[in-house]
């Protein structure tokens, strides 16, 4: 290495793996115990609406960490991440739909929809999708396929910054008017719903929730890692580099086009990943989740928890979904404007998200720290 | 002496009463006409149309009131309220006769006797009596009646009157048993662009086993050709209409994008807010709607002319707000304005819920905005659209005098072009900003206003338009007026015309894809900087 080599940090210190470790263990230990040993109404019981609420929460973190990784670290605001998420959460849905069978309300092979619309058969790009391993390879192919195309002619003519933002935003919301015509085979308003069962499981028992649950959790961390292992290597410097002076490292000799369509198609599968996670646990996908609304959300995620910290996506994920969840229920009237305030005080107040703050108080406390001593001595 | 005056005085009245004119009418035909076979009372009914005596409409309502009774098979009475009137002379007939038989009129004479009622009305000189009577003889014409619609045709100096009638004219020729008459008929109707007119053609092509509805080979050839152009003809008013519809759409895209072109396209502002601004007009329009309803009910219809400055202040000045408490602070960073902006169009959206309800709320037109004109046969251009075209020019005119005339617009392109100049020889920065702003809302404020007179106005009215609107900014190209122009009335026709052809979603998506490819060929002339402006 030569003696101008940039400092690539580890993946992580060892107070970090600490940490993660202690997160896995509550993961995989601590809630299925909770959940499925402890006894209804212990202190230590943790009900499956808990379980259910915090495997979404889960998923929306990974789309979170996602959306770090194409604003936070290379500067591109995507506003259609929800369309991402909601084509993996698609293509699960069709293998779900497929595995109620005959127990729809008609009796028939075909999904309800279907009947209704008077189908005879499944259409093509239905095919193969009762099997699970074809549906988890279109999880990731779909999105992964239209953030690439998608990808290659935006960043091909150099679209950047807020103008990227508004066409990904009306790519989304074209693809939502797609999916709210009954004739495009996916449902329609309604999308699917009722799922039976996964893989053989029965989907609405404790058993198979907290199975859910764990996979997100796994999915969850391996994400972060991946991610971090991204922008940790030279790659992530390179990223970090078009988010600054894109035109600089041009000048350099990188074509940054090639950076951001990695990063940005990378991105879209995990958004993808998530989604298939997440219409199992939820139990219903309609193309009310490509709203341009939802994807701004996920905006609002990263930068309430930090832009450019892969632990603050995730934080940020759980500080404004929680919020949302008891908000929702006590003031259902009051959420939009907390929302909305929300995006205006961070935007304002918090540039660096809540770890930034975080970050800030800690180095103002170390400080004084240095300075408590050295006044001392001049005592 | 007295007696004889008092007669006098009870005829005279019961004259008036039944406003019944002397006349002389052929008393043959009269009789004709109320008794004998169906034919010839029918060919009797076109003589005495012929005639084109004054009397005879009076003398055909009768029949079909039922008040027409023959006297011994002789004499024509029309009776009413047992007063009894010669039909032919209008001479008062005392005492009533006693051997009564009732005229009857059945159905195929009925139909004769209106058509013939309204050949008549054809000469009286109200024009909208003809229009109604040439609209009636479209459906109930009679070969019979042509003299006397040569006659009307040849007076007739309305155009659509003139029209209708040759149509009508020609129609009954068609029956004629003299092919060269039906084929001069044939060439009349290649004028027409009513869209019966093929239905007659048509009809004439048809072919029963193998005898065609039309005998003569010249005529029928004749026909198709006067087909053909009856077609184009048709096909023409359709996409005229689609034109129209198109500007339309266009016209409401650009009042929408007005604004965004002054707050994006010239200072920078990406403004998420943009469509909650065009809403805050719309329901200010709204409000102004109900203090006219309940304040001054006699002036409603001119509510607009009051609402237009409402919406453009109240926008305005929620904009202005903006730009003071947030945007301000926001320059520069385009991506956190646009998050902020949204989280404003947020709390907007959720103001106007909370004070107006989730429901949408009713902004009606005013009389003189309802209806609409039809330029040409089957095209009805509705008012309150043409009213919004009108509108949107008005509004264009307005900002682009703005810009180039005066000194808030000197102002506002002096800090675009470079901010650190126009602050140093005086130019007050922040306060442009602030009044640009505000400009640009106002705007929205004045497509709100514009909006709520063909749409629903409801919360989330600025939602639907906001996508749309940044399209068109993004399309025109940043930084001039005549971009967005072109952008907004390319889209919305391009809209209507795909939406014709594919169905509404799936001329968004292409139009959509279509934008994305229309970058890949001219980046540089749509948005992008050049050099290391790019960065800024």
């Known amino acids: 290495m030569g003696p101008l080599a940039p400092h690539i940090s580890n993946l992580y210190g060892r107070r970090g793996w600490i940490v993660l470790g202690v997160c896995a263990l509550i993961l995989f230990v601590l809630f299925p115990l909770a959940n499925l040993v402890m006894p209804k109404g212990s202190l230590f019981h943790i009900s499956d609406f808990t379980v259910a609420l915090a495997g979404k929460i889960m998923c929306y973190a990974i789309v979170a960490v996602a959306m770090d990784l194409i604003w936070g670290y290379t500067g591109i605001l995507s506003l259609g991440h929800g369309l991402f998420f909601a084509l993996g959460g698609y293509a699960m849905g069709m293998y779900l739909m497929r595995m109620i069978g005959r127990e729809g309300q008609y009796q028939s092979d075909l999904p309800d929809f279907m009947v209704f619309l008077n189908w005879k058969a499944y259409p093509w790009y239905w095919s193969f999708t009762d099997q699970f391993w074809y549906a988890a390879l279109l999880v990731v192919l779909v999105p992964g396929l239209l953030a690439f195309v998608f990808g290659f002619f935006a960043f091909r003519s150099r679209i950047k910054g807020v103008y990227f933002s508004i066409i990904t935003q009306a790519l989304t919301f074209a693809f939502m008017l797609l999916f709210f015509r009954n004739d495009t085979g996916f449902g329609g308003n309604n999308g699917f719903t009722d799922f039976k069962r996964i893989l053989g499981h029965t989907i609405a028992t404790s058993q198979t929730r907290i199975a859910l649950f764990m996979i997100t959790g796994a999915t969850l961390i391996v994400t972060l890692l991946f991610a971090r292992a991204i922008v940790t290597s030279k790659l992530g410097r390179v990223l970090t580099a078009i988010r600054d002076a894109e035109s600089r490292v041009m000048f350099s000799g990188y074509n940054p086009v090639h950076y951001k369509l990695f990063i940005w198609t990378v991105s879209a599968v995990i958004c993808g990943i998530a989604g298939a996670l997440y219409v199992p646990q939820v139990g219903i996908i309609n193309p009310s989740e490509m709203s341009p609304a939802n994807s701004i959300e996920i905006a609002i995620w990263v930068a309430v928890g930090g832009r450019g910290s892969l632990v603050g996506a995730i934080l940020g994920a759980a500080i404004v979904n929680g919020a949302k969840s008891v908000l929702t229920v006590a003031f259902p009237e009051y959420w939009l404007f907390f929302l909305g305030l929300l995006f205006i005080l961070v935007t304002l107040f918090l540039p660096r998200g809540v770890i930034g703050a975080f970050d800030q108080l800690r180095d103002r406390l170390r400080q004084r720290k240095l300075a408590q001593p050295a006044r001392g001595s001049t005592a | ?536």
């Not at chain 2, 009606?364 to 075209?389: F, K, Q």
């Open chain 2, 1 to 536: 002496m007295l007696l004889k005056k008092y007669a006098l005085a009870l005829s005279l009245a019961s004259l008036l009463a039944c406003a019944l004119p002397a006349w002389a009418l052929p008393a043959d035909l009269v009789l004709a006409v109320a008794a004998g076979e169906s034919d010839e009372r029918i060919a009797a009914v076109a003589k005495l149309v012929a005639s084109g005596d004054s009397g005879v409409e009076a003398y055909f309502q009768s029949l079909l009131d039922g008040e027409v009774q023959v006297a011994g098979g002789k004499r024509v009475l029309i009776v009413k309220d047992r007063h009894a009137v010669d039909a032919a002379t209008g001479e008062k007939v005392e005492p009533l006769p006693e051997n009564l038989d009732d005229a009857l009129v059945n159905n195929r004479l009925r139909g004769t006797l209106e058509g013939a009622r309204s050949a008549l009305k054809l000469s009286s000189p109200d024009r909208a009596a003809r229009l109604t009577a040439v609209k009636a003889l479209e459906d109930g014409a009679r070969e019979e009646m042509l003299p006397l619609i040569g006659a009307a045709l040849a007076r007739e100096t309305d155009p659509q009157i003139r029209q209708s009638l040759t149509l009508v004219q020609a129609g009954l020729q068609l029956k004629s048993a003299d092919a060269a008459v039906r084929l001069a008929a044939v060439k009349a109707l290649a004028q027409s662009d009513n869209p019966n007119t093929k239905m007659l053609l048509l009809a004439l092509l048809e072919k029963k086993g193998d005898v065609y509805a039309e005998p003569d080979a010249a005529v029928r050839a004749e026909a198709q050709d006067t087909l053909k152009a009856v077609q184009s003809q048709l096909s023409s008013a359709e996409r005229f209409s689609q034109i129209f519809t198109g500007i339309s759409l266009g016209s409401i895209l650009l009042l929408a994008a007005l604004g965004l072109a002054i707050t994006y396209g010239l200072m920078g502002v990406i403004n998420m807010a943009h469509g909650e601004l065009i809403m805050v007009g719309a329901y200010g329009t709204y409000l102004v709607q109900n203090l006219f309803r309940a304040q001054a009910p006699a002036l409603f219809d001119w509510y607009l002319l009051a609402a237009v400055p409402v919406a453009f202040f109240a926008s305005a000045i929620v904009g202005m707000a903006l730009e003071r408490s947030v945007i301000r602070y926001l320059y520069g960073r385009p991506l956190e304005t646009l998050l902020a902006t949204w989280g404003i169009s947020l709390i907007l959206i959720q103001t106007v819920r909370t004070l107006f309800g989730a429901q949408n709320v009713q902004v009606e037109n005013p009389v003189w905005m309802s209806g609409g004109v039809e330029i040409i046969a089957n095209v009805l251009l509705p008012w309150n659209r043409v009213v919004i075209i009108g509108f949107a020019l008005a509004v264009l005119l307005l900002v682009w005098v703005l810009l180039a005339r005066t000194r808030l617009g000197l102002f506002v392109r002096a800090v675009t072009q470079n901010r650190g100049m126009a602050s140093c020889v005086g130019v007050p920065t922040a306060r442009v900003d602030t009044l640009a702003f505000g400009l640009g809302s106002g705007i929205a404020g004045l497509a709100g206003c514009a909006l709520s007179q063909i749409g629903n106005v409801g919360p989330d009215l600025g939602q639907t338009y906001i996508v749309d609107s940044f399209m068109v900014v993004v399309l025109g190209g940043v930084g001039q007026l005549a971009g967005t122009v072109y952008a907004a009335l390319g889209l919305g026709m391009a809209n209507k015309f795909l939406e014709g052809w594919s169905g509404a979603v799936l001329a968004k998506i292409a139009i959509l894809a279509f934008i994305i490819i229309f970058i890949q060929k001219r980046p540089q002339g749509l948005f992008a900087l050049k050099g290391r402006m790019a960065d800024a």
